[in-house]
């Protein structure tokens, strides 16, 4: 049964560097069609995704974050990791990762949605 | 971006009503729409991927509908483990957005 779990610091100082990492099991990374993906939601808000990546490392970003976002993978550790850098109080979030499921279409090309995430983890900034 | 809006923010309701979710986009987005359901302290899970398909082991009072820019959300009979926020998301491009939530709540 696939499996994503984060982990990474729970305290971050403001306009430190952010770094998560989602291991996942029971599927392999390198071998897969899928995305994999971070979101976050800030206490008492909605989501937001904040990008993705392929096993081969092709990545996306959301736009608003892209200039302090940095997603990479290891496949060798069936992991892929997030870093934000320069925070401050609005990056207080859970963070979760998730798996992306594509679906292709004839005519549009591929789609891909989060079927399963992880549990989330909470991350504050504050000095 | 795609912005998605969905109404109403927060639904009062009585276990066994029908309630109804809508999600509009900003602009079409064909069937990429999915569904969530988030419950406080927990990860959001997917109920709903292209607009309409229900995903594995959801109960089958989950349904939803719409294509281009208007979608729903619909419970049959609404039951006590489905007071939660749910959230639409579309999937039309590599840029991936989210509704703004809609907290089911007990009337």
């Known amino acids: 049964q696939l499996q994503l779990q984060e982990s990474g610091p729970g305290l971050v100082k403001p306009s430190e560097t952010l770094s998560l990492t989602c291991t996942v099991s029971?599927?392999?990374?390198?071998?897969?069609?899928?995305?994999w993906g971070w979101i976050r939601q800030p206490p008492g808000k909605g989501l937001e995704w904040i990008g993705s990546?392929?096993?081969?490392?092709?990545?996306y970003y959301n736009p608003s974050l892209k200039s302090r976002v940095t997603i990479s993978v290891d496949a060798s550790k069936n992991q892929f990791s997030l870093k934000v850098s320069s925070v401050t109080a609005a990056d207080t979030a859970v963070y979760y990762c998730a798996r992306q499921k594509p679906y292709y279409d004839i005519l549009t090309g591929t789609h891909y949605y989060m079927d399963v995430w992880g549990k989330g983890t909470t991350v504050t900034v504050s000095s | 971006d795609i912005q998605m809006t969905q109404s109403p923010s927060t639904l009062s309701a009585s276990v066994g009503d029908r309630v109804t979710i809508t999600c509009r986009a900003s602009q079409s987005i064909s069937s990429w729409l999915a569904w969530y359901q988030q419950k406080p302290g927990k990860a959001p899970k997917l109920l709903i991927y292209?607009?309409?398909s229900l995903e594995s082991g959801v109960p089958s009072r989950f349904s939803g509908s719409g294509s281009g820019t208007e979608f729903t959300l619909t419970i049959s009979s609404l039951q006590p483990d489905d007071f939660a926020t749910y959230y639409c998301?579309?999937?039309?491009?590599?840029?991936?957005?989210f509704g703004q939530g809609t907290k089911v709540e007990i009337k």
């Open positions: 990546i392929y096993h081969s490392g092709s990545t």
């Open positions: 029971g599927d392999s990374i390198s071998s897969s069609n899928f995305y």
């Open positions: 998301q579309q999937y039309n491009s590599y840029w991936w957005t």
């Open positions: 292209k607009a309409s």
